[in-house]
T-cell receptor
Framework: AQSVTQLGSHVSVSEGALVLLRCNYS??????LFWYVQYPNQGLQLLLK??????LVKGINGFEAEFKKSETSFHLTKPSAHMSDAAEYFC?????????????FGTGTQLKVEL | NAGVTQTPKFQVLKTGQSMTLQCAQD?????MSWYRQDPGMGLRLIHY???????DQGEVPNGYNVSRSTTEDFPLRLLSAAPSQTSVYFC???????????FGSGTRLTVV
């Protein structure tokens, strides 16, 4: 079975500050890892994904994440927060052996960006 | 290219009523899934399908049925609605290989 833990259900940063959203996963097989963003009253949009090609993954809107197998982590970062980054962020895992057919989500982190 | 289309966007049901949430994708994806989203619980998998004619249960399947007669469509049926099924439902699709699911815009369901 796979699982995802997102530390911090709410994170607040100042505009221009570093964004760090934490995600740790548990998987008995090589994982695929994803970050999704959800704006209010909308569906989920894929930010970036790790599929074993490169451990540092760059996504849309200036976000990136690093896969660290030894720490079972896939933390999301952005060097400088913008007001438009305020949203809920979800980390998710699926297994490579299953072809990525079942996605397990964390409980989400609400990001607030303050002036 | 519409992606994943869900209908309806909003629905209010009375306890005990049944209904079908529609989901269609036009990307020829093999995999499709239904999730429900509840505050503080993230998204939980209800049912999923790896191809036409093949479905399986996810984490929270009780009270829901699915079928997949075509690659494009994956409807979710609520057999006898209960207030505990008040939630936002998302349909999603992807192709094999870790490409990441594409999500629909969701159906907000209220059961009274």
């Amino acid at each position: 079975a796979q699982s995802v833990t997102q530390l911090g259900s709410h994170v607040s940063v100042s505009e221009g500050a570093l964004v760090l959203l934490r995600c740790n996963y548990s998987s008995s097989v090589p994982p695929y890892l994803f970050w999704y963003v959800q704006y209010p009253n909308q569906g989920l949009q894929l930010l970036l994904k790790y599929t074993s090609a490169a451990t540092l993954v760059k996504g849309i809107n200036g976000f990136e994440a690093e896969f660290k197998k030894s720490e079972t982590s896939f933390h999301l970062t952005k060097p400088s927060a913008h007001m438009s980054d305020a949203a809920e962020y979800f980390c998710a895992v699926s297994d490579q052996e299953g072809g990525g057919n079942k996605l397990t989500f964390g409980t989400g982190t609400q990001l607030k960006v303050e002036l | 290219n519409a992606g994943v289309t869900q209908t309806p966007k909003f629905q209010v049901l009375k306890t005990g009523q049944s209904m079908t949430l529609q989901c269609a994708q036009d990307m020829n994806h093999e995999y499709m899934s239904w999730y429900r989203q509840d505050p503080g619980m993230g998204l939980r998998l209800i049912h999923y399908s790896v191809g036409a004619g093949i479905t399986d249960q996810g984490e929270v399947p009780n009270g829901y049925n699915v079928s997949r007669s075509t690659t494009e469509d994956f409807p979710l049926r609520l057999l006898s609605a209960a207030p505990s099924q008040t939630s936002v439902y998302f349909c999603a699709s992807t192709q094999q290989g870790g490409y990441g699911y594409t999500f629909g815009s969701g159906t907000r369901l209220t059961v009274v």
